[in-house]
């Protein structure tokens, strides 16, 4: 007998820190899958092509969504992403942890198709330190952070509206992490996702 899967989406305004506690969990969790998604733009710095994103071509990507390669697919800052269905079809075959990395729209797609989906909001402290951090990264013009501010709002809403179960403050990383640990954890223990040995007696 084995686990249920588990779908874990995990969403968050940029530069809290989502990824890396996205990744952390995958570690720590044998057999657990992070669903990598494809996109249109090119590597940014030193990401990887397989480990970052899959990166592809336009004709690719169409091609994809006529053969109904993805569970979700949107069009961002004139790019294309989407999220393979193949990821859910193993964690589903293997009974598996997997974890999207994907903004809310694409969480509420995920958990229309897959209603026993659970989605975790990864928030700052508050939007002063979003702004701190973002401007210690050094990677962004002001009107480029002004827009991720701006975006790290209306995400914030978007999420509350689309009743995320979870919300994760990533003030101090230990501690989001073991939140994120402890959501696991206790979404292997909700009724009826643990297989149960016959002779008690239960459905």
């Known amino acids: ?17 989502k990824t890396t506690l996205a990744r952390r969990l995958v570690a720590a ?9 494809y996109t249109t733009r090119p590597p940014r710095g030193d ?4 480990a970052d994103y899959r990166f592809v071509s336009e004709t690719t990507f169409q091609k994809l969504i ?6 979700e697919w949107a069009h ?13 079809e193993e ?6 942890l997997a974890i999207f990395d994907i903004d809310v729209q694409g969480g509420e797609t995920i ?12 928030l700052p402290p508050s939007l002063a330190e979003l702004e701190r951090r973002l401007r210690a990264r050094s990677t962004d013009d002001d009107a480029t952070i002004r827009r991720r501010l701006h975006a790290a709002r209306i995400e914030i809403r978007l999420a509350r509206a689309a009743g995320y179960e979870y919300w994760v403050v990533n003030d101090d990383l230990e501690s989001a992490y073991a939140d994120l640990e402890a959501i696991v954890r206790a979404e292997y223990c909700r009724a009826g996702r ?9 459905p």
Do not use: C, Q
Not at 47 to 50: A, H, L, N, T, W
């Open 1 to 17: 007998m084995s686990n249920k899967p588990l779908l874990l989406i995990l969403s968050a305004p940029s530069g809290t820190g």
């Open 29 to 37: 969790n044998p057999g657990a899958i992070f669903s990598v998604s």
């Open 47 to 50: 990401e990887k092509d397989g």
């Open 66 to 71: 006529a053969d109904g390669a993805f569970v």
């Open 76 to 88: 961002v800052h004139g790019h294309h992403y989407g999220t393979p269905r193949t990821v859910i």
């Open 91 to 96: 964690a589903e075959k293997r009974g598996a």
């Open 111 to 122: 958990k229309r198709a897959h209603p026993e989906a659970v989605r975790a909001l990864i």
């Open 194 to 202: 643990r297989p149960l040995a016959p002779d008690l007696g239960l």
